[in-house]
T-cell receptor
Framework: KNQVEQSPQSLIILEGKNCTLQ??????????LRWYKQDTGRGPVSLTI?????NTKSNGRYTATLDADTKQSSLHITASQLSDSASYIC????????????FGTGTRLTVIP | DAGVTQSPTHLIKTRGQQVTLRCSPK?????VSWYQQALGQGPQFIFQ???????QRGNFPDRFSGHQFPNYSSELNVNALLLGDSALYLC?????????????FGDGTRLSIL
């Protein structure tokens, strides 16, 4: 069973609308959680990173939240733009080992005009 | 300041062939990790190289091997290619092997097996 689950699998929204992507994880002990944006045919690019002591982190129109008690995170995108169309991947880092990154399968977001 | 660079960007091979993919880490980074990303899936960890040695390995067969050079660049080799090896191969670099540092990804090599 994947230790990082994302929902929804895909999402289509109108340009200018807001949306929220979800990430639930079971990784323990937990070090940090990072949201990546991956454009088609490109490598993932980090949007936000949060440790267990942080509840929210913003990067422009992107705002990530973290509830370490319930092991849930969300990524909220405000006033979506066509360029936001991409896959958004949640990555959780455990505290031990070099192979301690756990990837979600991503949410495919499509913003339409 | 160049980020992580990978070559080639695209590659087409046939079953049974062998392939070598290359990665140059971000300036100042000494650790390289390789991932396989199938279409519509998240990246799967293949292995990590630090100080020219394989430090950790994911659940991939021995057909997948690698190398790290003194300048920290790295190669991923895949032998006896299978149709299922078709994927985007991502390289990520970081400073140190203990996993506490952020990883910077390249744009990947798209490998297609016919």
């Amino acid at each position: 069973k994947n230790q990082v689950e994302q929902s929804p699998q895909s999402l289509i929204i109108l340009e200018g609308k807001n949306c929220t992507l979800q990430c639930n994880y079971t990784v323990s002990p937990f070090s940090n959680l990072r949201w990546y944006k991956q454009d088609t045919g490109r490598g993932p690019v980090s949007l936000t990173i949060m440790t267990f002591s942080e509840n929210t982190k913003s990067n422009g129109r992107y705002t990530a939240t973290l509830d370490a008690d319930t092991k849930q995170s969300s990524l909220h995108i405000t006033a979506s733009q066509l360029s936001d169309s991409a896959s958004y991947i949640c990555v959780v880092r455990g505290q031990t080992g070099a192979n301690n990154l756990f990837f979600g399968t991503g949410t495919r977001l499509t913003v339409i005009p | 300041d160049a980020g992580v660079t990978q070559s080639p960007t695209h590659l087409i091979k046939t079953r049974g062939q062998q392939v070598t993919l290359r990665c140059s880490p971000k300036s100042g980074h000494d650790t390289v990790s390789w991932y396989q990303q199938a279409l519509g899936q998240g990246p799967q960890f293949i292995f990590q190289y630090y100080e020219e040695e394989e430090r950790q390995r994911g659940n991939f067969p021995d057909r997948f091997s690698g190398h790290q050079f003194p300048n920290y660049s790295s190669e991923l080799n895949v032998n006896a290619l299978l149709l299922g090896d078709s994927a985007l191969y991502l390289c990520a670099s970081s400073l140190g092997s203990r996993g506490g540092q952020p990883q910077h990804f390249g744009d990947g090599t798209r490998l297609s097996i016919l």
